[in-house]
């Protein structure tokens, strides 16, 4: 796992060293183990290509980075893995190539000079690579399929300046920290941008599964080289239960083995659920030592608290297991956390990722993780609202909202009440908006927030994923529509940086690509089932779990941040969103983010989701060009419990 960073410039301008020494210096937690810079010059082509790494295969230096050719015409710098980089390099040396490391970067490379830009379709991993062919004079950048590794870029008319975290893009001189106000909305609305936009002007993401092209001439040229699965099977008859049920297993069982190469020391998150167990369960029969398993909780708010299902794991599959317990002061992390994820971020849940991540990295370098599960398998319950949704008429709907909606909700969208209000709300909107509303931070009130902009015009970003499911079941579209917003915009965003924050590589053995691309051929029944979720999935592996795992419901990975701001940590709130300087006047409505402040504080209601957003974002704008580092990333607190 590393960090990467470039330029290409084909107008003539060379491409100063000092610059990207600082791009790749400032991705040194991504990779703190080595640096490399390689500067290009052919006639008016100039291309720097910038490396930190991490070591994960192949611990020599000889399998160092920015990696070129034995002529010197094609260099390329890696960020990633590519677990089938041993099946490759067989195939390969049938062909004649001779290797000189044994990692998966010069696969990479190989794969490449064989084969060109077409070699990204039988790459299987997690990756974003930069790729110069001094042949074809032409820059190649790739992204995986899911979206698991990060890759941004900055395009003039005269140059390219592309990297694994926007903070790099704004060590170059061209690249302004400057606040993108059209994606406001989509921020608050989600809690996150859907890519390709970001929150800063200028700084586009290329969207997972995508490839671009740039040549001497400076035209970029973005295309799509693989998308989520849509067909159902083959022969248009579905499998049996019994027959999807081991196919399942099969599949799961060769992700995870994929995943199991490594050299150096390897472990696993373990929430307790069903997914992150299964994967532990697993790695247990396929590894001969014990699993190193690492999991967290919550002092003070057992409502949040997975420890004990973690544990049950732990005895069942004879794991090495550590606990972490994360007291309110965690929340003072948020400058942290602004600081690696390059802007505001809504889901609280980075908090426990980030702190888990240290944990964890004390003890091992690479961690599988349960992600994906959800997405593939239906396991969020707006999944079974929404087609819960969907059986009850219109007007019933909308008179059970009119009904809840004037009940107070203290215990917020986790009390009875507050899970209905949110479901009733839902309901009475068509699915798209239904997603929106019961997956995003604002909704109803995006208007009142906004001092400017404030219509729901951040709908439109999920049309074209609309357009091409629309023939699909309502379940169908619903999954594809996480898949292609939530999961790389939310989750695989907070997954990586939290990670990386601590030269930590997270692995995902449910969103390996075989396994996402069987799982979508499969009938909605057998995702979810009578309210059932995972239904499959949990028939699949129901000799594996212990029956409290096997049958419990999902929890989440939730924090109990509306105690902390209630409490402890009250005062934050008025230091930060009430201030008299405070940036977010400029963009927001101050009126209205006090009134969240105070009946938050009140106890009126439980706004702590809406107030994490805000706090992230009043705080990104006070460090917009992410040059200040926070003390606490540069010296690591003492882990709490």
């Known amino acids: 796992m590393c960090g990467i960073a470039g330029v290409f410039d084909w107008n003539g301008h060379a491409v100063e060293p000092s610059v990207i020494e600082r791009m790749t210096a400032s991705l040194s937690h991504r990779g703190p183990e080595a640096f490399g810079v390689r500067h290009i010059a052919d006639g008016a082509l100039h291309v720097g290509l910038g490396h930190a790494r991490l070591k994960i295969v192949d611990l020599s230096d000889a399998a160092g980075q920015p990696m070129g050719d034995e002529a010197s015409s094609v260099w390329v710098t890696f960020n990633g893995e590519i677990y089938n980089f041993q099946e490759l390099r067989v195939s390969l040396e049938q062909r004649g190539c001779r290797f000189r490391t044994s990692s998966d970067t010069e696969v990479l490379l190989r794969l490449y000079e064989a084969e060109g830009p077409s070699c990204v379709s039988r790459l299987e991993g997690m990756f974003a690579f930069a790729i110069w062919d001094g042949r074809r004079r032409q820059l190649l950048l790739a992204r995986d399929r899911v979206g698991k590794k990060p890759l941004f870029y900055h395009a003039t008319p005269t140059h390219l300046v592309f990297a694994s975290e926007i903070k790099a893009?704004?060590?170059?001189?061209?690249?302004?920290?400057?606040?993108?106000?059209?994606?406001?909305?989509?921020?608050?609305?989600?809690?996150?941008?859907?890519?390709?936009?970001?929150?800063?002007?200028?700084?586009?993401?290329?969207?997972?599964?995508?490839?671009?092209?740039?040549?001497?001439?400076?035209?970029?040229?973005?295309?799509a080289y693989w998308e989520v699965p849509l067909s159902s099977p083959a022969n248009g008859h579905?499998?049996?239960?019994?027959?999807?049920?081991?196919?399942?297993?099969?599949?799961?069982?060769?992700?995870?083995?994929?995943?199991?190469?490594?050299?150096?020391?390897?472990?696993?998150?373990?929430?307790?659920?069903?997914?992150?167990?299964?994967?532990?369960g697993v790695m247990s029969r396929l590894m001969r030592e014990p699993v190193r398993t690492f999991t967290i909780g919550f002092a003070g708010d057992r409502r949040f608290d997975e420890t004990a299902y973690a544990r049950l794991a732990a005895t069942r599959f004879g794991t090495r297991h550590t606990e972490f317990i994360v007291e309110p002061s965690a929340v003072g992390l948020s400058a942290r956390l602004v600081w690696h994820h390059d802007g505001p971020f809504a889901d609280s849940s980075a908090i426990p990722t980030y702190l888990l991540a240290q944990l964890t990295?004390?003890?091992?370098?690479?961690?599988?993780?349960?992600?994906?599960?959800d997405e593939l398998f239906a396991g969020y319950l707006r999944f079974s609202a929404a087609l819960l949704a969907e059986r009850i008429p219109l007007a019933m709907r909308r008179g059970v909202r009119a009904l809840l909606a004037g009940l107070p909700t203290p215990g917020g969208t986790r009390s009875l009440v507050g899970r209905l209000q949110k479901f009733s709300d839902g309901a009475a909107l068509p699915l798209t908006e239904r997603f929106s509303r019961w997956a995003g931070v604002f909704y109803d009130d995006l208007p009142r927030l906004m001092a400017a902009n404030?219509?729901?015009?951040?709908?439109?970003?999920?049309?074209?994923?609309?357009?091409?499911?629309?023939?699909?079941?309502?379940?169908?579209?619903?999954?594809?529509?996480?898949?292609?917003?939530?999961?790389?915009?939310?989750?695989?965003?907070?997954?990586?940086?939290?990670?990386?924050?601590?030269?930590?590589?997270?692995?995902?053995?449910?969103?390996?690509r075989e396994l996402i691309e069987y799982v979508f051929s499969l009938p909605d029944a057998m995702k979810l089932r009578w309210g059932t979720t995972k239904a499959i999935l949990r028939r699949a592996f129901s000799d594996l779990l212990p029956p409290e795992i096997l049958h419990r419901g999902k929890m989440g990975f939730g924090v109990p941040l509306g105690t902390w701001f209630a409490g402890e940590l009250r005062d934050v709130l008025g230091d930060t969103?009430?201030?008299?300087?405070?940036?977010?006047?400029?963009?927001?409505?101050?009126?209205?983010?006090?009134?969240?402040?105070?009946?938050?504080?009140?106890?009126?209601?439980?706004?702590?989701?809406?107030?994490?957003?805000?706090?992230?974002?009043?705080?990104?704008?006070?460090?917009?060009?992410?040059?200040?580092?926070?003390?606490?990333?540069?010296?690591?607190?003492?882990?709490v419990g």
């Not at 990295?361 to 599960?373: K, Q």
Request: hydrophobic share 45%; proline share 7%.
């Open 454 to 512: 404030g219509g729901l015009a951040p709908l439109e970003a999920l049309a074209p994923y609309l357009a091409r499911s629309a023939k699909a079941s309502a379940l169908a579209q619903l999954l594809d529509l996480n898949m292609h917003t939530y999961l790389p915009g939310d989750l695989l965003v907070k997954m990586d940086r939290c990670v990386m924050a601590h030269a930590l590589e997270a692995r995902s053995p449910f969103l390996d």
């Open 169 to 223: 893009l704004l060590r170059h001189p061209a690249v302004r920290p400057e606040v993108r106000t059209e994606a406001l909305p989509s921020l608050f609305l989600y809690g996150y941008v859907p890519a390709p936009e970001t929150c800063y002007r200028g700084i586009r993401a290329l969207p997972p599964g995508h490839l671009l092209h740039v040549g001497a001439d400076g035209v970029l040229q973005i295309r």
């Open 577 to 639: 969103l009430l201030a008299s300087d405070a940036r977010l006047t400029s963009y927001l409505n101050q009126r209205y983010v006090q009134e969240l402040v105070r009946a938050h504080l009140a106890g009126a209601a439980d706004h702590s989701q809406r107030l994490w957003m805000l706090l992230t974002f009043e705080v990104w704008l006070r460090n917009l060009a992410l040059d200040t580092v926070p003390a606490a990333v540069q010296a690591q607190p003492a882990v």
């Open 361 to 373: 990295r004390r003890h091992v370098t690479v961690a599988l993780t349960g992600d994906g599960g």
């Open 238 to 280: 579905p499998p049996s239960d019994r027959e999807a049920a081991a196919r399942l297993r099969e599949l799961v069982t060769a992700a995870v083995r994929r995943r199991l190469v490594a050299d150096v020391p390897l472990g696993a998150f373990l929430s307790g659920g069903v997914d992150s167990s299964i994967v532990v």
